[in-house]
């Protein structure tokens, strides 16, 4: 199985501030099938970045994604108060498994 | 519009059993693989199972095999996942998600629905 760990647990940021998020994979990730998820309080996650670097529909280009192998990296270029919200990381279909990081939180500075 | 709507949660005994239903709209449900997925209160996402779109092929956590079965009727238009054996650490939001039409494990769960909550206490 592989273990997806998040980096940092906690990024405080004040709106306008490039984030950068990492993810690190315990084994390579086939085919960069690494997924980023937001979460707000009380929502549904919502599918920001799949393929390691595609953004999905509707996704603003201030968010981008990077990295193969081991190593990727979800960007928000320059945080809007929107932003702030917790962000998964997520390798999908390795043997038909699914898993998750532990989450990111993104919080105001 | 696009939508999924999770049913079925609840309060349910320690060893006890309860049936999740997703009714799916707004899209050719019968393409698309599916998922569930589950939040315990104030931790992470965790996912659960998922299936083909034709109910051939599944696959689950480990915390969850030989417990829990994923279903799905493309008639109605409805994911099921039936829980057995459940356990406190199963308490959770569960959410069902929608995969990808591309045949294969090849794109993530990419539309959620609101989830239903099921809390396993005596």
């Known amino acids: 199985e592989i273990v997806l760990t998040q980096s940092p647990g906690t990024l405080s940021l004040s709106p306008g501030e490039r984030a950068t998020l990492s993810c690190r994979a315990s084994q390579s990730v ?43 990296t979800l960007t928000i270029s ?11 990381c997520q390798q999908y279909g390795s043997q038909g498994m699914y898993t998750f990081g532990q989450g990111t939180k993104l919080e105001i500075k | 519009e696009v939508q999924l709507v999770e049913s079925g949660g609840g309060l349910v005994q320690p060893g006890g059993s309860l049936r999740l239903s997703c009714a799916a709209s707004g899209f050719t449900f019968s393409s698309y693989w599916m998922h569930w997925v589950r939040q315990a209160p104030g931790k992470g996402l ?77």
Not at chain 2, 49 to 74: E, Q
Not at chain 2, 78 to 91: F, G, H, I, K, P
């Open chain 1, 78 to 88: 320059r945080l809007e108060p929107e932003d702030f919200a917790v962000y998964y």
């Open chain 1, 30 to 72: 086939s085919s960069s099938y690494l997924a980023w998820y937001q979460q707000k309080p009380g929502q549904a996650p919502r599918l920001l970045i799949y393929g390691a670097s595609s953004r999905a529909t509707g996704i603003p280009d201030r968010f981008s994604g990077s990295g193969s192998g081991t190593d990727f």
């Open chain 2, 46 to 122: 965790v996912w659960v199972s998922r299936i083909n779109s034709d109910g051939s092929s599944t696959s689950y956590a480990d915390s969850v095999k030989g417990r829990f079965t994923i279903s799905r009727d493309n008639a109605k238009n409805t994911l099921y996942l039936q829980m057995n054996s459940l356990r406190a650490e199963d308490t959770a939001v569960y959410y069902c998600a929608r995969g990808g039409d591309c045949g294969g494990d090849c794109y993530p769960p990419g539309v959620w629905g609101q989830g239903t909550t099921v809390t396993v206490s005596s």
